[in-house]
């Protein structure tokens, strides 16, 4: 059984151009957490998604960043217009429900440099 | 909102002594979750240990353990029989009861090193 697959492992991007992030989740996961780590800090909560609904968006900055979690298809977090400040490791987790028995999987996260 | 303090920035043990890491938070909620994950230079989360609030038995996975005081919202990881391969970020984490919220809230994290 694959872990959570995220790409790419890498991304540079200039100063206003798009960057896509792609998660697939586990086989069997249908709840998909993002999560943004800046250097030396912990992972702060984004978004949270359960196919094809937003559940909890409360970590997501207002503008230029956006979420989906598709019926088919990995979940794509995008952010438009790219700045240096959202240089970060951007960590996608799954899980196959809300419960205990269901921790979160954590992929090997994306790092974004912006120039 | 739930918040995680850990307040060892950094951390040293020398290999096969023991190392207790400290975590705090805070909480209005009497059901929840609390985890350890590790992070080594490869940057992959990896889930260490995981503890029930309801349930008084402190979690343990072979050389981890933690020591959970519910009242006192304390939740430290004691390593055991320290490995150079544990020399890594150790992440506290909260998750609320589903139902409610079921994200994790993460502590800033503490360094582990491990020496010779």
């Known amino acids: 059984n694959a872990g959570v697959m995220q790409n790419p492992r890498h991304l540079v991007r200039r100063r206003g151009q798009e960057a896509r992030l792609r998660c697939s989740p586990m086989?069997?996961?249908?709840?998909v957490y993002w999560y943004r780590q800046l250097p030396e800090e912990g992972l702060k909560f984004m978004v949270y998604?359960?196919?094809?609904?937003?559940?909890?968006e409360s970590g997501m900055p207002k503008e230029r960043f956006s979420a989906e979690f598709p019926k088919e298809g990995p979940s794509i977090l995008r952010i438009q217009q790219v700045v240096r400040g959202d240089s970060a490791a951007y960590f996608c987790?799954?899980?196959?429900?809300?419960?205990?028995?269901?921790?979160?999987?954590f992929g090997n996260g994306t790092r974004l440099t912006v120039t | 909102a739930q918040t995680v303090t850990q307040s060892q920035p950094e951390m040293s043990v020398q290999e096969a002594e023991t190392v207790t890491l400290s975590c705090t938070y805070d909480?209005?909620?009497?059901?929840?979750?609390l985890f350890w994950y590790k992070q080594p230079p490869s940057r992959q989360m990896i889930l260490v240990i995981r503890q029930e609030a309801y349930k008084q038995q402190n979690a343990t996975e072979n050389r981890f353990s933690v020591n959970f005081q519910k009242a006192a919202k304390s939740f430290s990881l004691k390593i055991s029989d320290s490995q150079l391969g544990d020399a890594a970020m150790y992440f506290c984490?909260?998750?609320?009861?589903?139902?409610?919220?079921?994200?994790?809230?993460f502590g800033t994290g503490t360094r582990l090193q491990v020496t010779l």
């Open positions: 086989k069997g996961h249908s709840h």
């Open positions: 909480t209005s909620e009497s059901d929840y979750y």
């Open positions: 987790a799954s899980s196959k429900g809300w419960d205990y028995n269901s921790p979160l999987h």
């Open positions: 984490a909260y998750r609320s009861n589903p139902g409610t919220a079921s994200k994790l809230t």
């Open positions: 998604l359960q196919k094809e609904n937003i559940i909890d």
